[in-house]
């Protein structure tokens, strides 16, 4: 099982962008399902972007337009670029290659990275 490390966030002001990387331990290249989930306090976990293997991605209606995810299986990493942050996108941001994607469980988590957007 793959290990994931978060990093990119961090504080910004509303209007601001940031971009969050995960490195993966191995080889990326055959996991189907890759995605970013977060998890405002006193809310449950979304899956805000995911991405195939073939490089299909789908966003939460959300972040649709504002946040581009991608992949590159040669370097093991998946990306998220957040551009026109606002406030409720205020999060921990978690990467993932979870075993049961619908249900956001099982697999292989990173740690987490926080993002604070300000007013």
């Known amino acids: 099982q793959i290990q994931l490390v978060e990093s990119g966030g961090g504080l910004v002001q509303a209007g601001g962008s940031l971009l969050l990387s995960c490195a993966a331990s191995g080889s990326i290249s055959g996991i189907y399902f890759m995605g970013w989930y977060r998890q405002a306090p006193g809310k449950e976990r979304e899956l805000v972007a995911s991405?195939?293997?073939?490089?299909?991605?789908q966003y939460a209606a959300s972040v649709q337009g504002r946040f581009t995810i991608s992949r590159d299986p040669n370097k093991n990493t998946i990306s998220l670029q957040m551009n026109n942050l606002k406030p409720e996108d205020t999060a921990v941001y978690y990467c993932a290659a979870p075993r049961w994607p619908l249900a956001g469980m099982g697999g292989s988590w990173g740690q987490g990275t926080q993002v604070t957007v300000s007013t």
């Open positions: 991405i195939t293997s073939s490089s299909a991605t």
